[in-house]
């Protein structure tokens, strides 16, 4: 794939997130998500795609507007916490970086994209799936994955239809992701005829659900739902089999990491997710692309959102190649209609609402050595 764009040569205009030397133009790339913390792992996934792709348009020599670019990256930790995630956010706008690729987490990216979209600097989220976000209207925001409706529903139908569940217990997390991941599923599923027995609550924090459990044993439901991250769903359904509870564990894209596995233990075998696109089997660039993260940063460092992230950063840096600038407020009108090939998918362009368009999920299960399978692509 060649990103070498021929521009005019047009003198910029000093823009925002741009530090000149003689003949080149600097531009970074924000990228936020939680580096410590339960969920590091995922963090420093998603970073490890955003540095991917900054070393792969350094080697291409990029001019825009007359003036070669140099990429950088800006990785900032947002631990996982909305407040965090806010001085994250206002961090980048005071820096004038040029774009961002983040949050992770939904409950990070709700209020840092009112920030983002004040200071007009335009974000791509790789992993938040709360469809509220892009509901709010910012011309800034754009989500370059599925989104919770479609992994929650995919979810709560295929537990109907190929599970023949007829009973479910919702438990989430009270996180803007976890509660509406688990919303969904709970509505599809009534909607398909499945009863819902409980709906318990716990937090992202939480390691210990013995009394959640204990109360979820006594109505003995056919799958328990988890709507939250794999940091505490490895030891929930750890805990399940310690309490002789049989039902299937289900859960949307945050349990489906591979360090899922790693705090289950053989507990894992037979839990199903779901993530917002297609496996890497599946996508365009995928398993190229894979061999390359590997030599780069190990096999153990991939869990799921860095390809996501990899083409976030690059459909932010296409959108400025189409607009022959830098300047967010001049290449912003591009990044909805980029039409750019990734990895993760070919020919990625948004909705007026920052959602993608034809967005896929893939719902896999976990063996008892704890590698996914696909079960299908929706």
């Not at 924000?30 to 580096?35: K, T, V, Y």
Request: proline share 4%; charged share 20%.
């Amino acid at each position: 794939m060649k990103l070498k764009y021929a521009a005019p040569m047009l003198a910029l205009s000093l823009a925002i997130g741009t530090a000149y030397a003689e003949g080149t133009v600097t531009v970074t790339i924000g990228s936020a998500a939680p580096m410590s913390g339960p969920q590091a792992s995922f963090g420093q996934d998603n970073t490890n795609g955003v540095r991917m792709a900054i070393k792969d348009l350094n080697a291409e020599n990029i001019v825009i507007g007359g003036k070669k670019v140099v990429w950088k990256i800006d990785a900032q930790d947002d631990q996982a916490d909305p407040k965090q995630a806010t001085t994250v956010a206002q961090k980048f706008v005071d820096e004038k970086v040029n774009g961002v690729v983040g949050h992770l987490n939904s409950g990070c990216t709700f209020p840092a994209s009112r920030i983002y979209n004040n200071a007009g600097i335009p974000e791509v989220t790789p992993s938040s799936t709360d469809p509220k976000i892009a509901q709010q209207g910012f011309k800034t925001f754009f989500r370059i994955i599925a989104n919770d409706n479609a992994l929650g529903a995919g979810l709560a139908t295929y537990a109907k239809s190929k599970l023949h569940a007829k009973t479910v217990a919702v438990i989430d997390d009270r996180t803007a992701y976890g509660q509406g991941v688990a919303d969904v599923f709970a509505k599809t599923a009534q909607k398909d005829g499945l009863k819902v027995l409980d709906r318990e609550y716990t937090n992202d924090k939480a390691t210990d659900f013995s009394a959640i459990l204990t109360k979820i044993k006594s109505v003995n439901p056919d799958v328990i739902f988890y709507g939250g991250m794999y940091s505490q769903a490895g030891p929930l359904v750890r805990q399940m089999r310690q309490l002789g509870i049989k039902a299937t564990l289900m859960g949307g894209d945050g349990i489906c990491a591979p360090d899922l596995a790693k705090l289950a233990g053989g507990a894992v075998a037979g839990t199903i997710c779901a993530e917002g696109g297609s496996p890497l089997s599946q996508m365009p660039g995928g398993e190229a692309w894979k061999k390359r993260y590997d030599a780069e940063f190990g096999a153990q460092a991939f869990q799921l959102y860095s390809p996501y992230s990899y083409d976030g950063t690059m459909v932010l840096a296409h959108a400025m190649m189409k607009a022959n600038s830098v300047d967010p407020a001049k290449y912003l009108p591009f990044v909805s209609k980029v039409d750019y090939n990734g990895v993760t998918k070919k020919d990625i362009h948004f909705t007026k609402n920052g959602e993608l368009v034809d967005a896929t999920i893939t719902i896999s299960e976990f063996d008892k050595d704890g590698k996914k399978n696909v079960l299908t692509v929706q």
